[in-house]
């Protein structure tokens, strides 16, 4: 699929969270108008207000002219309530909007919301991202794309604003399913990593030296390097996720694994880990699986 021409439009947003931030904001440098809807996830915005950011506080003006609407919210719990229901955004939508949904979420119930989307003269594409809220604000995101073929053309330009990469897996609920395969696979690492690094602690194996050992062998990539920091110096920083979403993001895939009767042992034990975690610290991010464990 070949990029097109970078249109210029008008543009909502709902979720302007630690992923959603650098998204408005590169939507804006990139000339478009943004309406962001006040929602109580939402973080500081007062630099995207400066960028020309508007806010709203009614589905009704939310979609009043406009073109896109990014749905960038923490799973498919929270996407039901905002679209769905006699009082839901899908109810307001005028034919022809375009949703974008940025989150992780359960590929099932996105095939429901894309139904009752389609259901009002409008097209949806699931589009959720790789990378960390870095990335994000950098715009060089990794976006999946699940849709079809008119509407993730029409959506791949705005995409383009904050993606580095750009990865169409096939019909609604694909960008889903991919998202929720690549977190089974980055997530699992970085829990991997975690239970080593424990288990060293405890055994007086010096920290700084195991790192550099996983670096230079099998173990080295991605999820060491985002860890890595805080094995050394407790910088969180370079994956500031939280155990708590990152549990989610497990449970949606062994769900959708049992639904497809495919394998999920390994994602299972992953999952029992960060579950019992998160009972222990709601707020912790990943990073800090370690201490967790090594309690």
């Known amino acids: 699929m070949t990029s097109s021409p970078l249109p210029s ?39 995207l207000i400066q960028l020309g950011a508007t806010f ?80 994000a604000e950098a715009g060089r995101l990794n976006v999946l794309i699940g849709g079809e073929d008119k509407d993730v053309t029409r959506a791949k330009p705005y995409i383009q604003s904050y993606a580095e990469n750009i990865y169409w897996g096939g019909g609604v609920s694909a960008g889903h399913r991919l998202k ?56 969180s920083s370079a994956f500031r996720f939280a155990i708590k979403n990152a549990a989610k993001d497990l449970d949606y895939y062994t769900r959708m694994a049992e639904a497809l009767d495919a394998p999920s042992q390994a994602a299972q034990a992953v999952h029992q880990v960060l579950n019992r975690a998160q009972i222990q610290s709601e707020a912790a991010v990943m990073p800090e699986l370690i201490d967790i464990l090594n309690a």
């Open 56 to 135: 709203c506080s009614t589905f009704s003006e939310l979609v009043q002219d406009k073109d896109v609407l990014f749905i960038v919210l923490p799973g498919s719990p929270e996407v039901e309530a905002v679209l769905l229901g006699e009082q839901g955004l899908v109810a307001h939508l005028p034919p022809g909007t375009l949703i974008i949904d940025a989150t992780t979420a359960e590929p099932e119930r996105s095939l429901t919301i894309a139904a009752a989307v389609t259901a009002k003269g409008c097209s949806y594409v699931d589009a959720p991202m790789t990378r960390t809220p870095k990335e």
């Open 9 to 47: 439009g008008n543009l909502g947003l709902i979720g302007c969270g630690l992923m959603g931030h650098g998204i408005a904001k590169n939507l804006l440098l990139k000339g478009h108008r943004v309406a962001i809807f006040d929602h109580p996830g939402n973080q500081s915005c007062d630099d």
């Open 180 to 235: 929720l395969l690549h977190n089974f696979v980055s997530i699992g690492q970085a829990t991997i990593i975690a239970e080593a690094v424990a288990t060293a602690h405890k055994g007086g194996v010096d920290l700084s030296v195991l790192t550099e050992v996983l670096a230079s062998g099998g173990a080295g990539g991605v999820a060491l390097e985002r860890m890595r920091p805080y094995i050394e110096n407790k910088d």
